[in-house]
């Protein structure tokens, strides 16, 4: 049972453009959404997260939005560069869980030039 | 070193041959989990070590797998009579557990191919 749903499978973005992921959860029990950035090679790192107290998160040109009601939540990348090609992942944990997450399947962006 | 390092970086391996998978966590780091990455999958959860607290295996796919946590630093994750659908990259992450929920620091994963 696929706990977090993530789209778009990938995204092109052209430079300077705004990149949106979106997640879905199902467990209303989660209570902390965290997303990766993995490069090709490279194991994923956190990039940004936020707690569902919060709607929105903003971190540089990297912005959460979360929805509570919807079980929504995404990734907002302003002025988009060739530099943040890379796959994306959203992620759910739960309180008690020793910061277990539960992710998403990817989303591998591309920004041209 | 700064980082979690893992062991070998690619294997490959004839099905029915065992294998072992190495990762040295970050120092100091209390809790660690092993992932695994196949593609269009996205990280699928193995297994989670926390202190001397009993592991939890719940994402074991089957009984071929297992994972021991030595000293409560390195860990190696065993397959043993691997299959062509084992191939993937399995990840290692550690963190400092209750300090930054969701914080995990990966290392970059051993890619196993089975042929």
């Known amino acids: 049972q696929q706990q977090v749903k993530q789209s778009p499978q990938s995204l092109i973005v052209q430079k300077g453009g705004i990149s949106i992921i979106n997640c879905a959860y199902e467990?209303?029990?989660?209570?902390?959404f965290p997303w990766y950035q993995q490069f090709p090679g490279k194991g994923p790192a956190l990039l940004i997260a936020?707690?569902?107290?919060?709607s929105e998160k903003k971190e540089g040109r990297f912005t959460i939005s979360f929805n509570k009601s919807a079980k929504q939540f995404s990734l907002h990348i302003m002025d988009s560069q060739p530099g943040d090609s890379a796959t994306y992942f959203c992620a759910a944990s739960m309180p008690g869980g020793g910061n277990k997450l539960t992710f998403g399947t990817g989303t591998q962006l591309k920004v041209e030039l | 070193g700064a980082g979690v390092s893992q062991s070998p970086s690619n294997k490959v391996t004839e099905k029915g041959k065992d294998v072992e998978l190495r990762c040295d966590p970050i120092?100091?780091?209390?809790?660690l989990y092993w992932y695994r990455q196949s593609l269009g999958q996205g990280l699928e959860f193995l297994i989670y070590f926390q202190g001397n607290s009993a592991p939890d295996k719940s994402g074991l796919p089957s009984d071929r797998f297992s994972a021991e946590r030595t000293g409560g630093s390195v860990s190696t994750l065993t397959i043993q009579r691997t299959q062509q659908e084992d191939s993937a990259v399995y990840l290692c992450?550690?963190?400092?557990?209750?300090?930054?929920?969701?914080?995990?620091?990966f290392g970059e994963g051993s890619r196993l191919t089975v042929l």
């Open positions: 467990n209303t029990a989660f209570d902390y």
């Open positions: 936020i707690r569902p107290d919060v």
């Open positions: 992450a550690s963190s400092l557990a209750g300090l930054v929920p969701g914080e995990l620091f």
């Open positions: 120092s100091g780091h209390t809790a």
